[in-house]
């Protein structure tokens, strides 16, 4: 094993017992300047100077076996030399090393320096000497004790070297900590039937202590040309990068549904709503709630008053018609094969949906909850024109080709709903009052069936739900009106009619998979017809399918 004579005090080597050795500096490598002023700082060398005028016998020469620089870098051999020789190699030796490039890596990226530039500096001061009178001098018994010693195992001196910490911060800070940033998401948008996506940008922070302790530990383990130290940085990769985004590309399913007779409260709520779900991105495993995507129902976020179920009546609250939004994106999920967390049906059946079909949300209460589980990040897209809601749900095509999915409302049990007729005989014959809506009692769950290459093969019943009736009554006063008393009253009101609106009736095509049990159950008995349900699957929900008399469903 080699014996190192280091003045590196990174290795913190305790220097041989040999003569002469008390001249060498054992003092620690990187030397702290900042007490240093800027007059003493300019005047201090670039480089080390070549040594000159050294007094020693140039007829006695090295013993081989004696090295000069780091073991566990670069060293020349110095037996055979005089003493000129040897110091004029040792200086070269680390001239060439200091003046060579040194890189610092970070990430994929790469910065180069010098080891001069860091304000490197080598003392050889000792080196030679040292060298020289190594095996030279002393008894004879002494002398060949040490030669042999150096036979077996080379001796190697090594400069005192130092780093200047003030010129290493200031390279790292004004090379590599001021590409600094913080991480950026991509972002996609449909442009003229094209998605566009902004790049994502990856975050960048260094850390400038640690870079510099890198840079000190790779100086420390041994100096060599080419020498290279890794910047401590952290990369902060973006929750949606570019090349996720960019797998959105296949439509994955679409739903539209119609709303053109509703009033213009109920249109403007309709289009708020749609317009907050749309361009939404939900990366894979993420869970998003539409009742708080779409925001609460207020005035302050452009809701106006419209049509809503409480309690088996409609009623006018802000919001109205926001259960339409969610509806039809029910349907779009459900066509997209998405993973259905929760999702409640209506207390009352819908004029723009079939049984089962549905999806009431009321803010704080019911919601519907899906989760992207394709694998790919999706994109929600929404339109609507005053007359039609449609939504598409783009992404990354996970089915195979020949993959067809079919949705049919089994409908267990349905109750026709009549109008009540009453009269009153404090009320004159004109006199005629309608209140509530006409809405049948019914049983229903959504089935589905998926067939591969035209082959069945599963079968996948959905939660039951359970839908109220309610009835419209209508009553009729029942006193005689004589011709004076008519006159009278015509001149006196316009109408004695009052009307409690009835839910607004906009019609959705529903898939044509479910008319099928609906009109062999429709209308044709008022018998109760019960059928035994299975228990929901993985896209069942777990949610009582029935509403509590006093919930309010945003959106008849």
């Known amino acids: 094993m080699a014996v190192c004579l280091c003045v590196n005090a990174f290795a913190e080597e305790a220097a041989p017992a040999y003569a002469g050795a008390g001249d060498l500096d054992f003092s620690g490598l990187i030397e702290s300047t900042e007490d240093e002023t800027e007059e003493q700082e300019s005047e201090k060398p670039s480089r080390p100077k070549r040594p000159e005028n050294l007094e020693i016998d140039e007829t006695i020469l090295i013993a081989d076996g004696i090295y000069a620089g780091s073991e566990d870098g670069e060293m ?3 037996g055979g030399m005089n003493a000129k020789q040897a110091a004029e190699a040792i200086f070269n030796l680390y001239d060439g090393i200091a003046g060579d490039t040194f890189t610092i890596s970070a990430g994929d990226q790469t910065f180069t320096t010098t080891l001069y530039d860091l304000g490197f500096t080598f003392d050889t001061s000792g080196m030679v000497e040292e060298s020289v009178f190594l095996g030279q001098y002393g008894g ?13 195992d080379k001796v190697v001196f090594s400069a005192k070297c130092s780093l200047d910490e003030n010129k290493v911060n200031a390279f790292i800070s004004n090379n590599i ?4 940033t913080d991480a950026r998401d991509a972002e996609i948008t449909r442009v003229n039937g094209e998605f566009v996506v902004a790049p994502s940008v990856t975050g960048w922070h260094t850390d400038v202590d640690a870079t510099r302790a890198n840079i000190e530990k790779a100086v420390a383990g041994g100096l060599s040309h080419g020498m290279s130290a890794e910047a401590a940085v ?3 990769v973006p929750a949606r990068t570019t090349e996720a985004l960019s797998q959105i590309q296949d439509r994955l399913g679409s739903y539209t549904t119609e709303y053109a007779s509703s009033n213009e409260g109920r249109k403007t709520n309709i289009r708020v709503g749609s317009g907050n779900l749309n361009g939404m991105v939900v990366m894979p495993g993420e869970s998003v709630s539409v009742s708080t995507a779409m925001k609460e129902r207020t005035p302050e976020n452009g809701y106006e008053l419209a049509g809503e179920y409480l309690e088996g009546e409609t009623v006018e609250a802000y919001g109205g018609g926001v259960c339409q939004v969610a509806t039809t994106l029910y349907n779009a999920l459900l066509k997209s094969e998405i993973q259905i967390d929760k999702r409640y049906n209506h207390s009352m059946l819908v004029s723009y949906a079939q049984p089962s079909f549905d999806a009431a949300i009321s803010w704080g209460t019911k919601d519907l909850v899906f989760t992207n589980d394709t694998g790919a990040p999706i994109y929600i897209a929404s339109s609507c024109d005053g007359a039609t809601l449609t939504f598409t749900i783009y992404g990354k095509e996970y089915r195979s080709e020949n993959h067809k999915v079919v949705y049919e409302a089994v409908v267990v049990e349905r109750i026709v709903s009549e109008t009540i007729y009453k009269e009153d005989p ?3 014959a004109d006199y005629i009052e309608k209140k509530g809506s006409n809405h049948d009692e019914c049983v229903s769950y959504l089935q589905k069936t998926v067939y591969e290459d035209g082959e069945l093969v599963d079968t996948v019943q959905f939660k039951t739900d ?8 209508i009553t009729q006063g029942t006193i005689p009106v004589t011709t004076e008393h008519a006159t009278r009253e015509k001149t006196t009101r316009k109408h004695t009619e009052k009307t409690t609106a009835a839910p607004q009736t906009e019609t959705a095509e529903a898939p044509a998979e479910t008319t099928k049990a609906e009109k062999t159950t429709e209308a044709s008995t008022k018998k109760k017809e019960q059928k035994t349900t299975e228990a929901p699957t993985k896209e069942a929900t777990t949610e009582d399918t029935k509403s509590a008399e006093d919930e309010v469903e945003t959106g008849e």
Do not use: G, H
């Open 76 to 78: 020349i051999s110095l």
């Open 140 to 152: 004879l018994i002494r002398r060949y004790k040490e030669l042999t010693d150096i036979r077996v």
């Open 177 to 180: 900590e001021i590409l600094n």
């Open 234 to 236: 952290e990369l902060d």
């Open 426 to 428: 404090n009320m004159p």
């Open 466 to 473: 359970y839908y109220n009736a309610s009835y419209q009554t």
